[in-house]
């Protein structure tokens, strides 16, 4: 599974469509990132092909710019 990070809701649906697109099943959910905050509830995708979840995408605005820092995009 690869988890990708978003900044924008508009992203988010970008990318859901997307995946749908290549045949996909996609869900949209709530859950955890990489960032340490109180209330660490982030809006997020995941994106199933038959029985494995081959993607999950978050939206986190501090965790895509930690991506950028460690130049990791």
Do not use: P, S
Not at 1 to 27: H, R, S
Not at 59 to 70: F, N, P, W, Y
Request: with cysteine; hydrophobic share 30%; glycine share 8%.
């Amino acid at each position: 599974m690869k988890t990708i990070y978003v900044n924008t809701n508009y992203e988010l649906t970008v990318t859901k469509l997307g995946y749908e697109f290549k045949g996909m099943e996609t869900f949209r959910t709530r859950t955890t990132c990489g960032c340490m905050h109180k209330d660490n509830r982030r809006n997020a995708v995941i994106a199933v092909q038959g029985d494995t979840v081959m993607y999950k995408v978050i939206r986190c605005r501090g965790c895509v710019r930690k991506e950028a820092e460690h130049g990791t995009i």
